[in-house]
Every structure is written in structure tokens, then in C-alpha cells.
């Protein structure tokens, strides 16, 4: 008899599939949701984030925004939601160490839909328990780097903080970030191993230039995570989330970071802090839905160059 994984354990089939695809078992894409956000501050509903997100993508088309390539001709594994503990951050955040574990074990690339920001703290503690220490790429409004929020250690605030805690040395590299406290932003600058490309920085400079001075910044970086905080959109863009902030990157922006940034060292991803309550045209999750898209596309792309 087979034993028992943590996949097995935790995670329960969601009522439709991401895109509306079938699994493809030698996918090595698996997208997993996780509905939780019991840390939220301000606007709660990212629990309905995994739903929204995968019915929004069954209603885009399925083709590259960037490459004559579709989703379903690479094809993707939906594993459905991790069974998380409305109210208890550190059970739930085990319970993703455990699936995400799992997957990496499998040797695929989780892509995980939230939910609020925390749950990236979940699948850093896999990667480091097994072996990988990433470089992390978020593209978020915020830092997230403070030491506690509300009491909270362990919440969407502190997530980056615990995060680097947790990996040592590794570099960030952030896009979008405006908003942010003292603490933040002192922590930040005293970090080596932290770099900011502001929305003010893009005006000035230009994409381009801003994108080439990320790859200058990782480009000794063995692995690679993403992470989507769909706030770092300018809220016309993407208003359904847990905290807007106006002045953020644009969607051509966006996709245009992705389809230069993500390589062949791309381990991981997540994009969350969808609330579809105030999604008004589901405007946002269809953004984070294009934007898991193109992050597969791309890396698969990436890959196919690489072993050719």
C-alpha cells in the first residue's frame, strides 16, 4: 500500500480546475491554492482569492501575451486547496511547509494562489528544509519587513522579515514598493542584500533600465522565487486586494517584468492578496491570473532553451 504523503493529507480538490485544463501528469506545474487570511488588516475576502483566480483564467485565452506558445500545450497540475486552520497562522503555515515539500520532492514548480501574503513564509520553510535557498523577486507595494504587526510575528506584514531571517544572506529584490513604515525602511537600507526598484524609479529611468539593473543584482543567483502581492499594481489595475496603495506599476509593467525576469533558475512562485469582494469587474483576478500565465510560459520557454 501506498504511503500517505502530506499532499494527501492536506490538500482538498477545488470545484474547478486552474483555466478550466485537465491535469497533465508530466506537468511540472502544480498550482496550489491556499484560501486563508486571518492576519488581514484592512480589507478581508483574500480567502476567495484561489476560486476567483482559477475561474478568471478559465475565461482568458490561453496563449503567451509575449510567445507564439499555450498553456495547454505545456499544461499544468491543479492539486486543488491546502486545508488550512481558520485562525491559527502557524498550523496553517506547516500544513503548506509540508505540501510544498511534497512538490519539490516531486521535482515541479509550485505556483501557489492566495490568500494573504504569509503563506510565502510556508513555502520558504520548504525550500530550506529541503536544500534550496532562492533568491527572492517580489513585486509587492509594501516591505513586509517589519518585525511584528499587531502583535503578530507571523503575519503579512513581517512575512519578508521572517523570510530573510529564515534564509540568511539571500537576495530580494523588490518592484513597486511606495509604501512603507521607518522601521521598514531603515531595515532595508541597512541590508546589502536588499534591493528597491520603486514605480518612481521605473518614471525615471525607464523599464528597461530598471528590469537590467534586477538581472545585474541576481544574476549570481542559483534559484529564483516569485512573489506576487497584487497590490504593487496600481489599484486601476488591480483594486481587489487586501491593502491598495495608489501609484503602483501598470499591467504592461508587470507582464513585461515577468517575461524578462523569470529564467530557467525559477524554483517557485505565488501571487496572492486577491480579495474579490472589492474586485469590481474582476479586473485583478484576471491580472493574477494572466500574470501565473505568463510565469509558466516563460519559465517553461526558458527551459526548453536551456536543455535543447
Known amino acids: 500500500m501506498r504511503k500517505l504523503s502530506l499532499k494527501d493529507i492536506y490538500l482538498t480538490k477545488s470545484s474547478k480546475n486552474y483555466a478550466g485544463l485537465e491535469n497533465n501528469k508530466n506537468s511540472r506545474y502544480e498550482i496550489i491554492g491556499v484560501p486563508f487570511d486571518s492576519s488581514t488588516s484592512y480589507k478581508p475576502g483574500t480567502r476567495f482569492g484561489p476560486d476567483a483566480i482559477r475561474q478568471a483564467a478559465s475565461g482568458l485565452e490561453s496563449n ?165 502581492d497584487m497590490d504593487g499594481f496600481d489599484p486601476s489595475y488591480a483594486p481587489g486586494v487586501g491593502n491598495p496603495e495608489p501609484g503602483g506599476i501598470t499591467n504592461i509593467e508587470g507582464l513585461t517584468i515577468i517575461n524578462q525576469i523569470v529564467d530557467e533558475r525559477l524554483v517557485g512562485a505565488d501571487v496572492v492578496e486577491v480579495s474579490p469582494p472589492y474586485d469590481q469587474g474582476g479586473i485583478t483576478s484576471s491580472l493574477a491570473a494572466k500574470l501565473i500565465n505568463e510565469i509558466i510560459m516563460k519559465n517553461y520557454i526558458s527551459l526548453s532553451k536551456k536543455n535543447s
Open 64 to 228: 503567451s501575451y509575449f510567445s507564439d506558445i499555450y498553456l495547454e500545450d505545456i499544461g499544468i497540475i491543479d492539486e486543488g486547496d491546502v486545508g488550512i486552520v481558520i485562525g491559527d497562522i502557524n498550523e496553517t503555515l506547516n500544513r503548506i511547509t509540508g505540501v510544498i515539500s511534497d512538490v519539490i520532492q516531486e521535482n515541479k514548480i509550485p505556483i501557489m494562489i492566495g490568500g494573504e501574503h504569509t503563506i510565502t513564509y510556508g513555502s520558504m520553510r520548504a525550500f530550506k528544509k529541503q536544500g534550496i535557498t532562492p533568491c527572492l523577486i517580489v513585486i509587492d507595494a509594501h516591505y513586509d519587513l517589519r518585525d511584528e504587526y499587531l502583535g503578530l510575528k507571523n503575519g503579512h506584514a513581517s512575512v519578508m522579515r521572517r523570510s530573510l531571517e529564515l534564509l540568511g544572506g539571500t537576495k530580494i529584490n523588490y518592484i513597486g514598493v511606495r509604501a512603507y513604515s521607518k522601521e521598514e525602511k531603515n531595515y532595508a537600507l541597512s541590508k546589502n542584500n536588499i534591493n528597491t526598484i520603486k514605480p518612481s524609479d521605473i518614471y525615471k529611468v525607464g523599464l528597461i533600465n530598471a528590469i537590467n539593473s534586477v538581472k545585474k543584482f541576481l544574476v549570481d543567483c542559483k534559484h529564483i522565487y516569485l512573489s506576487i
